[in-house]
């Protein structure tokens, strides 16, 4: 066929768009494609563009729940390494020896870090992950002429994309209700079990649970699943909390996913790929996710039989370099820097959520609620105003509406820390003006964050504090300024305007119901 076989001229590519396929319309039309027509003005655009961001080479990113660790280099290497960047998803087998010892090697010591018998590389990212292991949990029910165990329980402190992931595999969700401590009310759990004892096919549980703390419950939470016929799905979001003390697969917990971009090192951001790879105990191993070639219903999740196989190696070095002791100690660190950011904070905000010695796990929240009634301040101002102190705002508004989740990972040193923690005590000074009426109310510098340069710069300035405070609130900003770009954008339109597919977890309150997405 013409435009497919090669030409008689042997300078002809082999294989040839078609003349049909020809693209007529104009293209790269917008004037960013011909405004830079040499390398160093290109070189000097992208870098205007990077200046723009606020990335973890500026400073901490501390997002709750995302686990946003500054990668080392060594593990960044060998993703540009020809004999791996080059190779095609489904190259045969014996030309890709290299990349499958790599796997089978990582996969070896995943199962040593989470204490399951085998791991799936093939879901792409942790929801994915998420869907791969409750279809797990759903084949292996249908094995067993169980395909009536339809009930999933999720507790409210749960992922968001929990109760969507079940609904996608057939499951009907039932919620479970926490206590004022944040764990899971047991007392609730048992008897939603008990109730749907026949019909039960999974719980799904976050450990240590988006609330920032251990389920001190959680043994007992999988024995009371497993004693009503269902398995446990563990999302292993938090899993920064786990590496090298504890491991899901002792726990209780029949399958967990694993979030690579998170927990194992490789990067967030960039639109993706991720790596959300389940583990599983030994009676789910015939029920993992089959290979994408096999033309049956074997259940794959992925275009390719190990997902996103060509960012697997960043995880791999990651696990090397560190090795069993340095894994732990990753853990342990991260642990520590969340509890010394919590003991610093505390005198100045509410923590929300504590475990039953005064401790949390990787993360903690910052209840801001309280400013609400006393100045009008909201924890998107709190947010806002970060950004002129040089920092990414924490998680605002997850898993509680109106606080602030940090998450400071092993990557941030002491120093790092405590530059964060004098922000947010510097904020709460701020806060404290406007209660005393030392600040407008209305005109402060946390209602007009952030401040761009051109506005600190320009001819007039009408407001009631003065340029210093909103440009360089801290000492160290004069050092090193991050300048925001824009003002504060209308969130509330964007809100209106898109709108998340996932409903809200208490959709579920009632019996369990269908639920379209």
């Known amino acids: 066929m013409r435009g497919i076989a090669r030409d008689d001229d042997d300078l002809a590519p082999l294989y040839r768009v078609p003349e049909a396929l020809h693209r007529k ?41 995302c686990t946003m660790k500054l990668n080392s280099a060594a593990e960044m290497m060998p993703v540009s390494w020809r004999e791996f960047s080059l190779l095609h998803p489904f190259a045969p087998a014996n030309q890709a020896l290299g990349y499958r010892e790599m796997i089978d090697d990582l996969s070896s010591k995943l199962c040593d870090i989470t204490g399951y018998d085998t791991i799936s590389m093939q879901p792409n990212s942790g929801a994915q992950g998420e869907y791969a292991g409750l279809l797990t949990i759903a084949a292996y029910h249908l094995a067993r002429g169980e395909s009536q165990r339809n ?77 009503a016929g269902g398995q446990v799905y563990m999302d ?72 996103s196989a060509s960012i697997l190696t960043i995880s791999y070095m990651y696990c090397a370099l560190l090795g069993v002791s340095g894994l732990k100690r990753s853990t342990q660190v991260a642990i520590l820097n969340a509890n010394y950011m919590k003991k610093r904070l ?59 989740m940090v998450e400071p990972t092993e990557s941030e040193s002491r120093a790092e820390l405590d530059r964060l923690c004098d922000a947010l005590i510097i ?19 946390l209602m007009n964050a952030p401040h761009t340069a051109e506005e600190v710069c320009g001819d007039t300035w009408d407001h009631a504090y003065s340029r210093e405070q909103a440009a360089y609130p801290a000492t160290w900003t004069r050092n090193f300024k991050y300048w925001p770009t824009v003002k504060r954008i209308d969130n509330g339109f964007g809100d209106r305007n898109l709108i998340c597919s996932c409903p809200p977890i208490d959709v579920y309150e009632d019996e369990p119901q269908p639920v379209s997405v």
Do not use: W
Request: glycine residues 10%; proline residues 6%.
């Open 151 to 227: 009930i999933c329980l999720i507790p409210t402190s749960a992922h968001g994309t929990n109760p969507a992931s079940a609904v996608m595999v057939g499951m009907k969700v039932v919620t479970v209700a926490c206590d004022d401590a944040g764990n899971i009310d047991v007392p609730d759990l048992k008897a939603k079990a008990e109730l749907h004892k026949d019909n039960l096919a999974a719980l799904m549980v976050t450990y240590p649970s988006t609330h920032g703390v251990f389920e001190e419950g959680i043994v007992d939470i999988c024995d009371a699943i497993h004693a």
């Open 427 to 445: 904020i709460r000074e701020e806060i404290r003006a406007i209660e005393e009426g030392r600040s407008d109310a209305k005109d402060n510098a």
């Open 346 to 404: 505390e005198p100045h905000f509410e923590i929300l959520y504590t475990g039953i010695n005064g401790f949390v796990g990787h993360e903690f929240i910052m209840d801001l609620r309280p400013f609400e009634k006393t100045t009008d301040v909201h924890v998107e101002d709190v947010a806002k105003r970060l950004m002129d102190f040089g920092f990414h705002a924490p998680t605002m508004s997850f898993p509680v509406a109106g606080t602030l």
């Open 236 to 307: 292993g979001a938090n899993m920064n909390a786990q590496v090298g003390l504890c491991r899901p697969g002792d726990i209780g917990a029949d399958v967990c996913h694993l979030n690579l971009h998170k927990t194992f090192a490789i990067p967030h951001g960039g639109g993706g790929p991720g790596v959300g790879p389940i583990g599983v105990l030994e009676h789910l191993v015939p029920f993992l996710p089959g290979s994408p070639e096999a033309n049956d219903d074997t259940g794959a999740v992925s275009g390719a039989e190990f997902g």
């Open 25 to 65: 319309s104009d293209y790269l039309q917008h004037h960013v494609f011909h405004m830079n027509r040499a390398e160093t003005e290109m070189m000097r655009y992208m870098r205007r563009l990077a200046d723009r961001d606020l990335a973890l080479d500026r400073a901490m990113i501390p997002l709750g729940s």
